[in-house]
């Protein structure tokens, strides 16, 4: 079993920030894209950022500028610094973890997800 835990998230008010954190544990066996996806209500859930290994990132055109995600490899961890929010970016934030994993005594392929950790800007 793996397990993605978030946290981080809350109320901001426009132009302020937060830091998000996402741990993963459990049978890891290799973690290889770690990233951070978003859904409003009544939208579909988009990418925000993802962070491969060796450091490459990448971000939706609507966060660049704004968002970083980094990552530390021996922790399996994962953060969303985001700064100059704004009311668009009121979402649950999803952090996910692909890779590779222990499961039944076999290697698997698989993604997980967290469970998610509310967003919220407003005055």
């Known amino acids: 079993q793996v397990q993605l835990v978030e946290s981080g998230g809350g109320l901001v008010q426009p132009g302020g920030s937060l830091r998000l954190s996402c741990a993963a544990s459990g049978s890891i066996f290799r973690i290889n894209v770690m990233g951070w996806y978003r859904q409003a209500p009544g939208k579909q859930r988009e990418l925000v950022a993802g962070?491969?290994?060796?450091?490459?990132?990448n971000y939706t055109n609507s966060v660049k500028g704004r968002f970083t995600i980094s990552r530390d490899n021996a922790k399996n961890t994962v953060y969303l610094q985001m700064n100059s929010l704004k009311y668009e970016d009121t979402a649950v934030y999803l952090c996910?973890?692909?890779?590779?994993?222990?499961?039944?005594?076999?290697?698997?392929?698989?993604?997980?997800w967290g469970q998610g950790t509310q967003v919220t800007v407003s005055s």
């Open positions: 962070i491969t290994s060796g450091g490459s990132t």
């Open positions: 996910h973890a692909d890779g590779n994993f222990l499961a039944g005594g076999s290697v698997k392929t698989y993604r997980y």
